[in-house]
């Protein structure tokens, strides 16, 4: 019974002109992000440079986010996600006073003036001078100046600011940077072929891009089955068949997961093969499987909880709520990843992000809470899937009938 609702469903989804949008969408995100990817060439000695990598040299973090901190006060205002959103925070005087006195603590830069001339000083001089220094504005620290009283003022001005912003705890150091010597770049690059066989690397880089849209777009595509029978005025016609609601709503949610997974793994057909040319004629042994298990360890899961939301809450509420719902997670999750973009830092967004091919290190480090962020993503998807099924099977018995009235207990001219 399953296996017949199975492939039926799909025949379904495929009939769907959301189903076909959403792949639509991921066509246009691919061609768009990583349509002309180019694979990456090993690093030639004399290079001009060689990219940039995070650092933890306590010196270049208290530089980098001094810089940041008298840049942000001389514009008058202040970056922030306290909740992942961006937020634009001007203080009044009296903050803004205090963020001053913070800076002359840390810098013995006093007043405005000096600051701008601080300022003005390092970008007329054309930035950065030294192999130790970022891209951007850096500030000598005082030289008594201990990294335990940074910290301490650093976690003074996030809590003018209201939390979130480059000073505290969660974020601070993010901006420190420093370019990568010949020999780095060199070993990020055997990591790629040795470690990652070339195609760990691009595979992580297709997933990045790949998530921010499989974390929403698939809500759409649930919402809309769900509310079709209801639409085509067949939904007393489905509760009246043999199959169990367990059969009714599994087979439904799995179908649209492969019409979705195979979807992604067409895509993934694209810079796989790019990378298999490349390999070949350069000598290089790849994992061909490598793009099958990050479309299933790292998208899927998204996929599946994003389903799940979208069926749950469009059972439960008949109505389309789910898009809200899922769409404000979506949001918060997207920001909330602005500062983990190079990947190792996980945590539990629903969008995991890896925007490189490289730092296969961070990959490793940060492995085990990426497992466990997609495997808690994936049973919770599980959860909502059997809630689905027990508010599904308690229509067809005449209760839980929406329809303006919530968990009324009324029987059912349909019930079975």
Same mark, same amino acid.
């Given at each position: ?57 306590? =010196? ?6 001094? +810089? ?5 006060? /001389? *514009? %008058?205002?202040? $970056?922030?996600? #306290? ?72 976690? =003074? ?6 939390? +979130? ?5 969660? /974020? *601070? %150091?993010?901006? $420190?940077?420093? #370019? ?237």
């Amino acid at each position: 019974m399953f296996g017949q609702l199975f492939i039926k469903e799909c025949r379904q989804t495929l009939k769907s002109l959301i189903f076909w949008l959403i792949v639509l969408g991921l066509l246009l995100n691919f061609s768009t992000q990583l349509g002309k990817m180019e694979i990456m060439d090993a690093p030639v000695k004399g290079q001009e440079e060689y990219g940039y990598h995070a650092t933890t040299d306590k =010196e270049v973090i208290m530089e980098s986010t001094l +810089g940041a901190l008298a840049e942000e006060y /001389y *514009r %008058g205002n202040y $970056a922030a996600y #306290p909740i992942g959103f961006y937020k634009n925070v001007t203080l009044n005087k009296k903050e803004n006073s205090r963020i001053e006195e913070i800076i002359e603590e840390t810098t013995g830069l006093s007043g405005t003036e000096e600051i701008e001339k601080a300022i003005d000083s390092w970008y007329a001089e054309g930035g950065p001078k030294t192999e130790q220094m970022t891209g951007s504005l850096m500030l000598e620290p005082e030289e008594d100046l201990t990294y335990e009283q940074f910290i301490e003022l650093m976690d =003074e001005a996030d809590g003018i600011i209201g939390g +979130g912003s480059k000073y505290g705890d969660g /974020y *601070r %150091g993010t901006n $420190a940077q420093v #370019p990568m010597t010949y020999e780095e770049a060199l070993e990020e690059y055997r990591f790629l072929i040795e470690k990652d066989k070339l195609t760990g690397g691009y595979a992580r880089l297709f997933s990045d891009y790949m998530v921010i849209f499989l974390s929403i777009l698939p809500v759409f595509l649930a919402v809309t089955r769900s509310l079709r029978d209801r639409r085509a005025k067949i939904q007393e016609l489905i509760y009246t068949r043999r199959a169990s609601s367990f059969v009714v709503v599994s087979s439904r949610y799995f179908a649209m997961l492969a019409m979705l997974a195979v979807s992604v793994l067409a895509l993934s057909a694209i810079p796989l093969m790019q990378c298999v040319k490349y390999g070949s004629s350069a000598g290089i042994s790849v994992d061909i499987f490598a793009f099958v298990k990050y479309t299933f360890g790292w998208l899927m899961p998204a996929v599946m909880i994003t389903l799940s939301v979208g069926m749950f809450l469009t059972e439960l509420t008949d109505t389309a709520v789910a898009v809200l719902v899922q769409g404000a997670w979506w949001f918060v999750s997207i920001f909330a990843g602005v500062n983990s973009l190079k990947g190792g830092m996980y945590g539990w967004n629903l969008a995991p992000r890896h925007n490189t091919e490289l730092n296969w290190k961070g990959y490793q480090d940060g492995f085990s809470q990426l497992a466990a962020n997609r495997i808690f993503y994936a049973a919770l998807s599980m959860v909502l899937l059997a809630f689905t099924v027990f508010i599904y099977s308690q229509k067809r018995k005449g209760r839980l009938v929406i329809r303006g009235k919530i968990l009324a207990d009324r029987k059912n001219k349909f019930k079975v």
